[in-house]
């Protein structure tokens, strides 16, 4: 079992920037996919982007361009790098494991969870 602790959230101006962490302790993250999902108050939880063990990365189309994903394997620890962020993007972001390694943005299909951090946009 690996527990996951995300940080780096925050209030930020639009057009600012935020990184975003996801530790993880228990176990590594080695054959494990991780993703990124958020959820906006009233609204279901959403993909974000996700990165396969070996570094296989998909995004949802709205982030694209402004969000980078990636993971340090030495550290277990993989980030989430929001750039040009909108009020839209305020949400709470939890990142996901699927220990089974496959690269898709299936909530349910994610096996281990994180608490989530708050990302608040202003404009």
């Known amino acids: 079992q690996v527990q996951l602790v995300e940080s780096g959230g925050g209030l930020v101006q639009a057009g600012g920037s935020l990184r975003l962490s996801c530790a993880a302790s228990?176990?590594?993250?080695?054959?494990?996919?991780v993703g990124w999902f958020r959820q906006a108050p009233g609204k279901e939880r959403e993909f974000v982007t996700a990165?396969?063990?070996?570094?296989?990365?998909l995004y949802r189309d709205s982030v694209k361009g402004r969000f980078t994903i990636s993971r340090t394997y030495t550290k277990n620890t993989i980030y989430l790098q929001m750039n040009s962020l909108k009020p839209e993007d305020t949400a709470v972001y939890y990142c996901a494991a699927d220990r089974y390694g496959r690269l898709h943005s299936v909530p349910n299909e994610y096996d281990y969870w994180g608490q989530g951090t708050q990302v608040t946009v202003s404009s």
């Open positions: 990165i396969s063990w070996i570094g296989s990365t």
């Open positions: 228990g176990r590594t993250f080695s054959g494990y996919t």
